[in-house]
């Protein structure tokens, strides 16, 4: 699917979508587990071919440049602090690998 189409679609409606395409019986939560595999699939992928976490990074003007201007004036990316909350978020340990339980309740 279309990145931009997220910003208006929910999962209801991409599972309603899979529904008439595919015709499988998905709903709300199975279609986000699906997106979770897959990005959990992803993950695993790019860790065996060489990609590790150390890459989860953002360009250097984003880490230490200052915004100019707007609300967010002087602020600069907190990617030190938040990353290791999105691993947490998303089932895997403090260097970003997907758990043993996380691939396990995923079927993977």
Not at 26 to 48: Q, T, V
Not at 65 to 71: C, L, N, S, V
């Amino acid at each position: 699917m279309c990145l931009f189409t997220s910003f208006a679609l929910g999962a209801e409606d991409y599972a309603k979508l899979f529904d008439a395409t595919c015709g499988f019986d998905y709903d709300k939560d199975s279609i986000l587990e699906a997106g979770d595999r897959i990005y959990n699939l992803e993950r695993m992928f790019n860790l065996d071919a060489g990609i590790d976490p150390s890459q989860d990074t953002l360009p250097k003007r984003l880490l230490e440049e200052p915004i100019p201007g707007g609300p967010s004036k002087g602020s600069v990316h907190r990617l030190s602090e938040l990353l290791p909350k999105y691993y947490e978020v998303r089932g895997w340990d403090e260097k970003g690998i997907p758990t043993k339980e996380k691939l396990t309740n995923l079927g993977l």
